[in-house]
């Protein structure tokens, strides 16, 4: 700015200007006009390099929420670290009888009011008989590192899950539909157009309680259509290899009566196999299988109907809390009474599917039914149903015969698809 209040132009602007404008005509236009184009490229400036600190301040304050995030995700990860520590060790403790080792525990974890009590001398005290009598045929019979437990295992929330397999079912892609080429889908039946699955069964330890959630085929070979086979007989070794014997088991919840899945309930002469357990099941299996027609073994059969067994026989037709944390729900279709159990602690949550999905492959091949299901029709409403609820992110769901039991979950979206 002049002193006389007039703006100051450069020197070469002041000895163009009135060259150009007697040339054009326009006296003034030309200076007034490079002027004007000066000043907006100063103020346009100005503004970019606002724009750019202020770039650079966001950039600062996301690195500083970034680190602020990882900084989080480094003591969530520690703290349920320790969380985890704890639970292997309670677990540990669980099956010890050393006197010591609930004291331990409370030293670790000082909330706790009173030391764990050994799993065996608290079971001696309630039920009135001498703990190593379950205690010491675990140790002695098949040496088991404590780490085989903790890693056949998985945490929900604060319940601890370990999927076993009872053996092999060896199954054909006309499992699925008879109208289905031996060469379908390869990536699945991958050895000799077969595809080689569990025969599923779970351990839950609910405080208390040991629940078992279907009991396997037993020791017993069954050939099915099309040259596919159930080979059972590995249910007692995988119980064995986590310390637990058939007298622990507390509770055994059958998701349906097919010979898979309670051949273990009772020996040939028909006496139970695990003693002390209550066993559920859907209701309307009764009727179909123990006195109806149904597929059932005979031993099995008369196992159920024996009178001296109805006080630990319970049926259930509706949603029904078997534990802490353990509840079975009505999943009918594959047959008339099959349930499915949900294992839920906290946040977490998994979905034991049963056989009313066999295989997530049936994701992508939702025609695709079971060759054994009593009601096709009803039994995809239900897993379309199942497959809904696997869409939560905090739900987590396995079959008896999901490949290598893994669990999973439902990617939802247009094109929907199975995570493990």
């Not at 799993?119 to 190593?132: E, F, I, Q």
Request: glycine residues 8%.
């Amino acid at each position: 700015m002049a002193r006389n209040g007039t703006s100051r132009r450069p020197g070469w602007l002041a000895a163009v200007g009135p060259c150009v404008s007697a040339v054009c005509g326009h006296p003034g236009f030309i200076e007034n006009s490079i002027f004007v184009s000066s000043v907006q490229a100063v103020a346009a400036s100005a503004q970019l390099r606002a724009i750019r600190q202020a770039a650079y301040q966001d950039v600062r304050v996301f690195r500083g929420l970034e680190q602020v995030r990882r900084t989080t995700q480094d003591r969530r990860r520690m703290l349920e670290t320790i969380a985890d520590q704890l639970g292997d060790l309670e677990l540990e403790l669980s099956y010890s009888d050393e006197g010591s080792a609930g004291r331990m525990l409370q030293r670790l974890d000082p909330c706790r009011a009173t030391p764990v009590e050994p799993r065996g001398r608290r079971d001696s005290a309630l039920k009135g008989h001498n703990p190593t009598d379950q205690l010491s045929t675990a140790r002695t019979g098949v040496a088991v590192p404590p780490e085989y437990v903790r890693r056949n295992r998985m945490r929900i929330g604060d319940l601890h899950l370990h999927p076993i397999s009872d053996g092999t079912f060896i199954a054909r892609p006309q499992y699925f539909g008879n109208h289905l080429a031996p060469q379908s889908r390869p990536e699945l039946f991958s050895r000799h157009q077969a595809a080689w699955l569990p025969i599923g069964c779970f351990l839950v330890r609910a405080s208390d309680r040991l629940v078992l959630i279907d009991a396997g085929l037993g020791p017993e070979l069954r050939e099915l259509p099309y040259g596919m086979h159930l080979v059972g007989g590995q249910l007692l070794t995988g119980l064995r290899a986590l310390r637990v014997t058939t007298t622990d088991i507390t509770d055994v919840i059958c998701s349906h009566f097919h010979s898979d899945h309670v051949g273990w309930l009772f020996d040939l002469d028909a006496n139970p196999i695990f003693p002390r357990a209550t066993i559920w099941f859907g209701t309307a299996d009764w009727p179909h299988f123990v006195t109806g027609t149904g597929d059932m073994l005979t031993h099995i059969r008369e196992g159920l109907r024996t009178p001296a067994h109805a006080p630990r026989i319970r049926p259930i037709d509706h949603d029904t809390t078997i534990a802490p944390g353990i509840t079975a729900l009505p999943a009918p279709g594959h047959t008339p009474g099959h349930i499915c159990i949900v294992i839920s602690s906290g946040h977490q949550r998994a979905l034991l599917l049963g056989d009313a999905i066999t295989c997530p492959i049936q994701l992508d091949e939702p025609s695709w039914h079971s060759m054994a299901d009593v009601d096709p029709a009803l039994a995809g409403r239900t897993r379309q149903r199942l497959w809904r609820e696997l869409e939560d992110e905090r739900t987590t769901g396995a079959g008896a015969h999901f490949p290598e039991l893994q669990f999973g979950r439902v990617l939802p979206g247009t094109a929907r698809r199975w995570f493990t």
